[in-house]
């Protein structure tokens, strides 16, 4: 059984950088797709990037060039590094997962299968 497992959320100055960890049990994020959502109170889920299962990566067009997403050599850990953090960068950040490739429709939350508790990032101004 998948079970994802984030780290690393906290409380950061605008300008500032953090890094979330998910760790995969049961799970190899190369062979299929990896991402990182989020979610503020009253909205949808957000997806902010993913990476493909032959290793290309995808972001939203609001984190481009701040945000990198990447995986271990050992392929069971997903990583978000998030640098020249905003406040509107404050959410709930969920790793998820699936089998399979997620290809140009990475930004579904739907067809993501295994999803992590959510860890929280707050950026203050």
């Known amino acids: 059984q998948v079970q994802l497992v984030e780290f690393g959320g906290g409380s950061v100055q605008a300008g500032g950088s953090l890094k979330l960890s998910c760790t995969a049990s049961?799970?190899?994020?190369?062979?299929?797709?990896g991402a990182w959502f989020r979610q503020t109170p009253g909205k949808a889920l957000e997806a902010v990037a993913a990476v493909h299962s032959n290793g290309s990566t995808t972001y939203t067009n609001s984190v481009k060039g701040r945000f990198t997403i990447s995986q271990d050599n050992a392929e069971t850990t997903l990583y978000l590094q998030m640098n020249s953090l905003e406040p509107d960068d404050t959410a709930i950040y969920y790793c998820?997962?699936?089998?399979?490739?997620?290809?140009?429709?990475?930004?579904?939350?739907?067809?993501?299968?295994?999803w992590g508790q959510g860890t929280q990032v707050t950026v203050s101004s």
């Open positions: 998820a997962a699936v089998f399979g490739s997620c290809g140009s429709t990475w930004y579904i939350p739907g067809q993501y299968r295994y």
């Open positions: 049961g799970y190899t994020f190369r062979m299929d797709c």
